[in-house]
C-alpha cells in the first residue's frame, strides 16, 4: 500500500445508523493564534478500531479531548453517534460521558480502595443505569479477569489493571472507547496480550476503539491509522504495518 495515501476519513456507515465518531471541521486554537487542530474531520463506524499516531506536540491529544467531550473545539462540531456534543448542557455532557463513552489510560485509573468488581460497575453507578449482569459476566469472562472480582487494583498486574481498565471502560455498552496509550506502561507480551484484547472485542463484540499510540506496531492492531501531523491528518491509512508507519513517522519527525 502506498504511503501518500491522501487524508480520507472512513467514510462506510452501517445500516444507516450514525457513525459512533463523527468529526467535522473540528479547529482548537490556543492563545488566539496555534492551531493544535487545523479544520480536522474524521468519521469512525461502529464495530472498527482507529489508531491515532503523529510526532509529540503534532495534536493527538487535543484531538482525542475533544473528540471526547473532554475539551471543547474552538470551532467545528463532534458527533457521538449522532449526539452533537456542542449542543448538550454541562450535566447531559457528564452523563454522555459515563453513559456512552468509555475511557482507557496508560495509567489504569483504577480506585484502589475498591475491588475490582467495584471499580468496574462504579461508572455504571455514577451515571445511575442499572447493570446489565449478562453483558457484565460475559465482558469479564471475555476480558479474563472474572477471577479476580474480589481483589484490589494493587493485588494485579499491570496486564491484568488494564484489562480490568478495559472491562470498566466497556461496563455502560458505550459507543465508542477512547483509549490514551493503553500498552504505554506494559511490557511487549503483556501490550500484545492487551492489543489482541482490543482486537477481539471490537471484531466480535462490535465495540468501537479510538486508541492513541506512539507504537508502530500497536497502531497495527486497528483497521486504520490517522496519522496526525501540525493538528491535521496527514495520512490515513487503513491495514498499514507497524514497519510502514514507523518509517512514516520517522519521516514526519524529521520535517
Ligand atoms: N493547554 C494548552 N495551552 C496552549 N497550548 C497547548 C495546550 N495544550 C496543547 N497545546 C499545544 O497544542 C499542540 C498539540 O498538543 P497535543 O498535546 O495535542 O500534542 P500530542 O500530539 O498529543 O503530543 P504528545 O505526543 O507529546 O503527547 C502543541 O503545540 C501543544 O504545545
Not at 460497575?121 to 471475555?142: K, N, S
Not at 472474572?146 to 471502560?169: F, M, V
Not at 490515513?236 to 514497519?243: D, I, K, N, R, W
Request: net charge neutral.
Amino acid at each position: 500500500m502506498s504511503m501518500l495515501t491522501a487524508p480520507r476519513p472512513d467514510l462506510r456507515t452501517d445500516t444507516g445508523r450514525p457513525p459512533a465518531l463523527l468529526l467535522r471541521e473540528v479547529t482548537k486554537t490556543y492563545d488566539g493564534a496555534h492551531h493544535a487542530l487545523d479544520r480536522v474531520s474524521l468519521e469512525v463506524r461502529r464495530g472498527s478500531f482507529l489508531a491515532i499516531m503523529g510526532p509529540s506536540g503534532s495534536g493527538k491529544s487535543t484531538l482525542l479531548h475533544c473528540a471526547a467531550g473532554l475539551d471543547t473545539p474552538t470551532s467545528g462540531e463532534v458527533l457521538i453517534g449522532g449526539t452533537a456534543i456542542a449542543k448538550l448542557g454541562e450535566n447531559q455532557r457528564t452523563r454522555l460521558r459515563r453513559s456512552r463513552i468509555g475511557f482507557v489510560f496508560q495509567s489504569y485509573n483504577l480506585l484502589p480502595s475498591l475491588t475490582v468488581e467495584e471499580n468496574l460497575t462504579l461508572p455504571l453507578r455514577l451515571a445511575g443505569t442499572p447493570a446489565d449482569r449478562r453483558w457484565l459476566l460475559d465482558l469479564v469472562e471475555r476480558v479474563g479477569i472474572a477471577h479476580l472480582l474480589h481483589r484490589r487494583p494493587g493485588e494485579l498486574s499491570g496486564g491484568q489493571q488494564q484489562r480490568a481498565a478495559i472491562a470498566r471502560s466497556l461496563a455502560a455498552r458505550p459507543e465508542v472507547v477512547f483509549a490514551d496509550e493503553p500498552t504505554g506502561a506494559l511490557d511487549l507480551d503483556t501490550a500484545a496480550e492487551v492489543l489482541d484484547l482490543l482486537r477481539e472485542l471490537v471484531d466480535d463484540s462490535g465495540q468501537t476503539v479510538v486508541m492513541v499510540t506512539h507504537d508502530p506496531a500497536a497502531a497495527a492492531r486497528a483497521h486504520a491509522t490517522a496519522v496526525v501531523a501540525d493538528g491535521r491528518i496527514e495520512h490515513y491509512l487503513p491495514g498499514a504495518g507497524a514497519e510502514d508507519l514507523a518509517a512514516l513517522l520517522a519521516g514526519l519527525r524529521k520535517r
